[in-house]
């Protein structure tokens, strides 16, 4: 998923799962912000202080993205959450929807709501229990699961007569690309292209057992929101049963699904704004207000705010530590990262028999 939905449609179901704009705000990002915080290590302040970061995902063509351990302890626990279903590590591995394991993560989260990093916890929680629906089949492990072969997409966008006619050539490009990138990717659904991130598509493949794959996403995207809606009603309550908790309402969910069925550009930036656009308009029933912009990079981001630094390149200039740091929207993500990370891979996956890190 993109940031559309990650940041978008989060906000939206925070909201109508109760929570203030403020606080949905901060679980909206943080969502988000595991797709962009890329930067791993000491942060080292002036005063000698030291804040050890971990990254949860990786820099865009970094070639550590190859590396199966680096890969087990980024992609597997954030972005591809294993279900633990089945005999072999492969099969394990595997991300299905709204598995057991991902509500066991959920509910590790509610339990600690209190806690000074809840609101991000669950934020984070919420990017990896979602992706559960658009990375479903894949795995965050090199494995031949991941092996994507005659991909194809039925395109619904409206396209020019132009389009049209070029889409024979189209299509061969895309199985020549998909299938250099079953080689050069074998983690995660890097053969798959974008498809398993736009919530409108519709999309086939013969996956690396020989069994044909359809997909369409725009039912398990709504039945994310759904759930995650429930998530927020079972965080407010205290209640680790949050499946039994109301979901979107009828018209809300209705109005989501149009929002990600008609919302196509495939610039996920520009269909965060035709979010926004339509909860300022009141285009979601019971909620009509500005959504705050979100900014990940640079100045007013969550690092900025927190170190003064611009980039991720902070080995030089270094910040002054203040108790304003320890209350930092970075500092309480980055604490959260940790926190969902251990849970996941050091208590959760291994009483399913998964050990990965």
């Given at each position: ?106 509910r590790r989260a509610i339990r600690q709501r209190d806690s000074e990093t809840g ?54 490009l895309e199985h020549i690309e998909a299938d250099i990138l079953t080689i050069a ?173």
């Open positions: 998923m993109n940031i559309d939905f990650h940041y978008g449609v989060i906000y939206i179901a925070a909201r109508i799962g109760g929570m203030t704009a403020a606080d949905a705000r901060i679980v909206a990002h943080a969502c988000q912000y595991v797709d962009d915080a890329t930067t791993s290590g000491i942060l080292r302040f002036k005063g000698g202080e030291t804040f050890e970061r971990f990254a949860s995902a990786h820099k865009l063509f970094d070639y550590a993205n190859t590396e199966n351990d680096q890969n087990r302890l980024v992609w597997t626990p954030f972005h591809f959450l294993p279900a633990g279903e089945g005999i072999t590590l492969e099969e394990k591995a595997i991300c299905r929807p709204d598995s057991e394991v991902a509500r066991e993560v959920v609101l991000h916890r669950l934020g984070v929680t919420l990017h990896t229990y979602v992706d559960t629906w658009a990375h479903q089949g894949f795995s965050g492990i090199e494995s031949p699961w991941n092996r994507v072969h005659f991909l194809e997409a039925q395109d619904c966008t409206h396209r020019s007569w132009l389009a049209r006619l070029e889409s024979a050539a189209g299509h061969l990717l074998p983690v995660g659904h890097g053969a798959a292209l974008h498809y398993p991130d736009q919530p409108w598509a519709r999309w086939h493949y013969i996956d690396g057992r020989n069994n044909l794959i359809s997909r369409h996403n725009l039912p398990d995207f709504v039945q994310a929101a759904e759930m995650a809606c429930r998530a927020v009603r079972g965080f407010l309550a205290g209640r680790e049963d949050f499946e039994t908790q109301p979901g979107l309402p009828d018209d809300v969910r209705n109005a989501v699904s149009r929002l990600l069925d008609t919302s196509r550009n495939p610039d996920d930036n520009q269909r965060l704004r035709t979010v926004r656009e339509w909860v300022k308009a009141g285009r979601i029933p019971g909620l009509k207000e500005a959504v705050p912009g979100y900014i990940g990079k640079g100045r007013d981001s969550w690092k900025y705010q927190a170190t003064g630094l611009l980039c991720d390149d902070d080995t030089g200039d270094r910040p002054e530590w203040s108790h304003a740091f320890e209350k930092s929207d970075y500092r309480l993500f980055h604490d959260a990262v940790k926190q969902h990370r251990f849970v996941t891979t050091q208590e959760i996956l291994p009483a399913r028999g998964l050990r990965i890190a």
